[in-house]
Protein backbone atom coordinates (compact mmCIF):
# COMPACT_ATOMS: atom_id res chain seq x y z
CA UNK A 1 0.00 0.00 0.00
CA UNK A 2 1.88 3.13 -1.10
CA UNK A 3 0.46 6.85 0.12
CA UNK A 4 2.00 10.04 -0.68
CA UNK A 5 4.02 10.73 2.40
CA UNK A 6 4.48 6.64 3.80
CA UNK A 7 4.69 3.14 2.95
CA UNK A 8 2.92 0.35 4.58
CA UNK A 9 5.07 -3.58 4.20
CA UNK A 10 5.85 -6.40 5.78
CA UNK A 11 7.90 -6.46 8.23
CA UNK A 12 11.68 -7.99 7.19
CA UNK A 13 13.78 -9.26 10.41
CA UNK A 14 16.17 -6.16 10.01
CA UNK A 15 13.58 -4.19 10.94
CA UNK A 16 12.74 -5.85 14.72
CA UNK A 17 15.13 -3.91 16.79
CA UNK A 18 13.54 -0.49 15.28
CA UNK A 19 10.51 -1.85 16.20
CA UNK A 20 11.68 -2.79 19.61
CA UNK A 21 12.75 0.72 19.78
CA UNK A 22 9.43 2.26 18.66
CA UNK A 23 7.07 0.51 20.93
CA UNK A 24 9.76 0.56 24.00
CA UNK A 25 8.65 4.22 25.36
CA UNK A 26 4.89 2.55 25.35
CA UNK A 27 5.98 -0.30 27.40
CA UNK A 28 7.65 2.03 29.68
CA UNK A 29 4.23 4.04 30.16
CA UNK A 30 2.31 0.52 30.47
CA UNK A 31 0.62 1.28 27.22
CA UNK A 32 2.14 -2.02 25.80
CA UNK A 33 3.25 -4.88 27.70
CA UNK A 34 7.15 -5.45 26.98
CA UNK A 35 8.38 -8.37 24.81
CA UNK A 36 12.04 -10.09 24.48
CA UNK A 37 13.92 -9.89 21.28
CA UNK A 38 13.16 -13.13 20.65
CA UNK A 39 9.62 -12.82 20.52
CA UNK A 40 9.78 -9.85 18.19
CA UNK A 41 11.54 -12.21 16.10
CA UNK A 42 10.02 -15.26 16.24
CA UNK A 43 6.29 -12.88 15.29
CA UNK A 44 8.18 -10.95 12.53
CA UNK A 45 5.74 -12.48 9.98
CA UNK A 46 2.79 -11.31 11.70
CA UNK A 47 4.03 -7.61 11.64
CA UNK A 48 3.66 -4.84 8.39
CA UNK A 49 6.00 -1.78 9.02
CA UNK A 50 5.32 1.67 7.79
CA UNK A 51 8.12 3.95 6.54
CA UNK A 52 8.23 7.52 5.79
CA UNK A 53 10.04 8.42 2.62
CA UNK A 54 13.75 8.51 4.25
CA UNK A 55 13.57 5.13 5.35
CA UNK A 56 12.31 5.65 9.09
CA UNK A 57 10.24 3.17 10.63
CA UNK A 58 7.55 5.28 11.80
CA UNK A 59 4.67 2.28 12.74
CA UNK A 60 3.68 -1.14 13.46
CA UNK A 61 1.36 -3.30 14.26
CA UNK A 62 0.88 -7.34 13.88
CA UNK A 63 -1.83 -9.70 13.58
CA UNK A 64 -1.94 -12.87 15.14
CA UNK A 65 -3.88 -15.96 14.99
CA UNK A 66 -5.68 -17.39 17.98
CA UNK A 67 -8.60 -19.71 16.11
CA UNK A 68 -10.21 -20.66 12.71
CA UNK A 69 -12.21 -17.27 12.86
CA UNK A 70 -10.31 -15.26 15.14
CA UNK A 71 -7.29 -13.12 15.27
CA UNK A 72 -6.02 -9.88 17.30
CA UNK A 73 -4.23 -6.73 16.28
CA UNK A 74 -1.36 -6.88 18.77
CA UNK A 75 1.29 -3.70 18.97
CA UNK A 76 -0.33 -1.31 17.05
CA UNK A 77 2.00 1.42 17.80
CA UNK A 78 2.52 4.87 15.63
CA UNK A 79 5.98 7.35 16.27
CA UNK A 80 4.76 10.27 18.36
CA UNK A 81 5.87 13.00 15.52
CA UNK A 82 3.95 11.20 13.03
CA UNK A 83 0.44 10.62 15.10
CA UNK A 84 -2.69 12.16 13.37
CA UNK A 85 -1.92 11.50 10.48
CA UNK A 86 -3.25 8.24 9.35
CA UNK A 87 -0.88 5.97 9.66
CA UNK A 88 -2.81 3.97 12.32
CA UNK A 89 -5.18 4.12 10.42
CA UNK A 90 -3.41 2.20 7.41
CA UNK A 91 -2.15 -0.02 9.32
CA UNK A 92 -5.40 -1.13 10.67
CA UNK A 93 -6.82 -1.46 6.99
CA UNK A 94 -3.76 -3.75 6.34
CA UNK A 95 -4.16 -6.16 8.92
CA UNK A 96 -7.90 -6.69 8.37
CA UNK A 97 -7.04 -7.13 4.81
CA UNK A 98 -4.28 -9.89 6.21
CA UNK A 99 -7.10 -11.25 8.11
CA UNK A 100 -9.65 -11.44 5.21
CA UNK A 101 -6.85 -13.34 3.33
CA UNK A 102 -6.68 -15.69 6.37
CA UNK A 103 -10.41 -16.13 6.32
CA UNK A 104 -10.59 -14.54 9.94
CA UNK A 105 -14.19 -13.34 10.44
CA UNK A 106 -13.22 -11.71 14.50
CA UNK A 107 -10.93 -9.28 15.71
CA UNK A 108 -10.11 -8.88 19.30
CA UNK A 109 -8.01 -6.14 20.33
CA UNK A 110 -6.94 -4.97 24.19
CA UNK A 111 -6.70 -1.81 24.47
CA UNK A 112 -6.92 2.24 25.88
CA UNK A 113 -7.12 3.90 22.92
CA UNK A 114 -11.04 2.83 22.83
CA UNK A 115 -11.89 6.05 20.94
CA UNK A 116 -9.40 5.33 17.53
CA UNK A 117 -10.71 1.12 17.71
CA UNK A 118 -14.61 1.81 17.88
CA UNK A 119 -14.02 4.27 14.69
CA UNK A 120 -12.86 1.62 12.83
CA UNK A 121 -15.75 -0.55 13.57
CA UNK A 122 -14.56 -2.73 16.93
CA UNK A 123 -17.02 -2.80 20.29
CA UNK A 124 -16.40 -2.86 23.82
CA UNK A 125 -16.56 -7.00 24.11
CA UNK A 126 -18.21 -6.03 27.91
CA UNK A 127 -19.40 -9.73 29.70
CA UNK A 128 -19.46 -11.23 26.25
CA UNK A 129 -18.66 -15.13 26.60
CA UNK A 130 -16.84 -17.41 24.15
CA UNK A 131 -18.59 -20.68 23.36
CA UNK A 132 -17.86 -23.48 26.08
CA UNK A 133 -16.13 -26.17 23.45
CA UNK A 134 -14.02 -23.32 22.06
CA UNK A 135 -12.95 -22.10 26.01
CA UNK A 136 -11.91 -25.04 26.92
CA UNK A 137 -9.59 -25.33 23.66
CA UNK A 138 -8.02 -21.49 23.32
CA UNK A 139 -7.39 -22.18 27.42
CA UNK A 140 -4.81 -24.45 26.63
CA UNK A 141 -2.59 -21.48 25.04
CA UNK A 142 0.38 -20.32 26.94
CA UNK A 143 -0.14 -17.13 24.89
CA UNK A 144 -0.96 -13.86 26.91
CA UNK A 145 -2.75 -12.56 24.32
CA UNK A 146 -5.54 -15.54 24.55
CA UNK A 147 -5.81 -15.09 28.00
CA UNK A 148 -6.55 -11.35 27.83
CA UNK A 149 -9.13 -12.76 25.34
CA UNK A 150 -10.51 -15.10 27.62
CA UNK A 151 -10.90 -12.40 30.58
CA UNK A 152 -8.48 -15.10 32.87
CA UNK A 153 -7.20 -14.05 36.43
CA UNK A 154 -3.69 -14.47 35.53
CA UNK A 155 -3.40 -11.64 32.58
CA UNK A 156 -5.40 -9.27 35.28
CA UNK A 157 -2.57 -6.95 35.30
CA UNK A 158 -2.20 -6.73 31.42
CA UNK A 159 -5.59 -6.11 31.53
CA UNK A 160 -6.69 -3.45 34.11
CA UNK A 161 -8.02 -0.53 32.94
CA UNK A 162 -7.86 -1.63 28.92
CA UNK A 163 -10.95 -1.97 26.90
CA UNK A 164 -11.43 -5.70 25.32
CA UNK A 165 -12.71 -4.60 21.96
CA UNK A 166 -14.08 -6.92 19.41
CA UNK A 167 -14.55 -6.83 15.36
CA UNK A 168 -16.82 -8.66 13.22
CA UNK A 169 -15.18 -8.27 9.64
CA UNK A 170 -18.00 -8.13 7.06
C1 LIG B 1 -4.14 -3.74 19.99
C2 LIG B 1 -3.11 -2.83 20.36
O1 LIG B 1 -2.00 -2.85 19.86
S1 LIG B 1 -3.59 -1.76 21.53
C3 LIG B 1 -2.44 -0.50 21.51
C4 LIG B 1 -2.79 0.59 20.61
N1 LIG B 1 -1.64 1.44 20.57
C5 LIG B 1 -1.35 2.32 21.53
O2 LIG B 1 -2.10 2.53 22.46
C6 LIG B 1 -0.04 3.02 21.33
C7 LIG B 1 -0.18 4.51 21.43
N2 LIG B 1 -1.00 5.06 20.37
C8 LIG B 1 -0.61 5.12 19.07
O3 LIG B 1 0.50 4.68 18.69
C9 LIG B 1 -1.56 5.78 18.10
O4 LIG B 1 -2.29 6.77 18.79
C10 LIG B 1 -2.55 4.83 17.40
C11 LIG B 1 -1.82 3.64 16.80
C12 LIG B 1 -3.62 4.30 18.36
C13 LIG B 1 -3.24 5.62 16.30
O5 LIG B 1 -2.26 6.01 15.35
P1 LIG B 1 -2.40 7.32 14.42
O6 LIG B 1 -1.45 7.16 13.31
O7 LIG B 1 -2.31 8.55 15.22
O8 LIG B 1 -3.89 7.13 13.89
P2 LIG B 1 -4.59 7.93 12.71
O9 LIG B 1 -3.77 9.10 12.31
O10 LIG B 1 -4.97 6.97 11.66
O11 LIG B 1 -5.90 8.39 13.41
C14 LIG B 1 -5.82 9.31 14.47
C15 LIG B 1 -6.50 10.61 14.08
O12 LIG B 1 -5.87 11.25 12.99
C16 LIG B 1 -6.86 11.66 12.03
N3 LIG B 1 -6.26 11.64 10.71
C17 LIG B 1 -5.46 12.60 10.25
N4 LIG B 1 -5.06 12.33 9.00
C18 LIG B 1 -5.61 11.16 8.64
C19 LIG B 1 -5.57 10.38 7.45
N5 LIG B 1 -4.88 10.75 6.38
N6 LIG B 1 -6.24 9.19 7.44
C20 LIG B 1 -6.94 8.80 8.50
N7 LIG B 1 -7.02 9.53 9.63
C21 LIG B 1 -6.37 10.70 9.72
C22 LIG B 1 -7.97 10.71 12.19
O13 LIG B 1 -9.20 11.32 11.83
C23 LIG B 1 -7.92 10.42 13.63
O14 LIG B 1 -8.63 11.39 14.29
P3 LIG B 1 -9.61 10.92 15.39
O15 LIG B 1 -8.70 10.16 16.36
O16 LIG B 1 -10.20 12.16 15.92
O17 LIG B 1 -10.54 10.00 14.63
Redesign the pocket.
Known sequence: MTHQEFIVRRAQTRDVPRIQALVEP?VQQR??LGKDRVVFYEAVQEFRVVEDLEGNLV?C?ALHVMWEDLG???????SED??????????IGRLEADARELGLTRLF?????V??FT?HGFVDMGTETVDPAIYAELVRSPDEGVAEFLDLARVKPNTLGNTRMLKRLA
Not at 72 to 78: D, G, H, K, N, W
Not at 82 to 91: F, S, V
Open positions: LILGGEVRTLAVWLGRGIGHALCLTFEDFR
